[in-house]
């Protein structure tokens, strides 16, 4: 008996969606980065405080593009929501069987 596996790559699925998983993941990881380049300033260890720094800014501007994107879907999605069709009795009674 021989069995087939998959191991080549899965397809990527595109598109953008807000998770709120991922909004805490990049904040939490900003505020730590930033707590450690604080600390790597105040010590003056420069190999501490750079990498620290990028890292912090890179995932808070992350958050920040998120909770934007958040905002712009939620108010695009209350603009364009689908009109409400309010239905005749008469349509119903063609498709009524007696």
């Not at 912090?56 to 939620?74: P, T």
Request: charged content about 20%.
């Amino acid at each position: 008996m021989s069995f087939k596996l998959k191991n080549g790559p899965r397809p990527v699925k595109l598109g953008h969606t807000v998770d709120i998983e991922t909004l805490i993941i990049e904040l939490s990881i900003g505020i730590l980065s930033t707590i450690m380049a604080f600390a790597g300033y105040k010590a003056g260890v420069a190999i501490l405080f750079i990498p620290c720094a990028m890292l912090a800014v890179g995932c808070l501007f992350l958050f920040i593009v998120g909770i934007i994107r958040f905002i712009y879907d939620w108010i695009y999605q209350k603009l364009n929501k689908p009109a409400v069709v309010i239905s005749d009795d008469r349509s119903r009674e063609r498709f009524r069987d007696d």
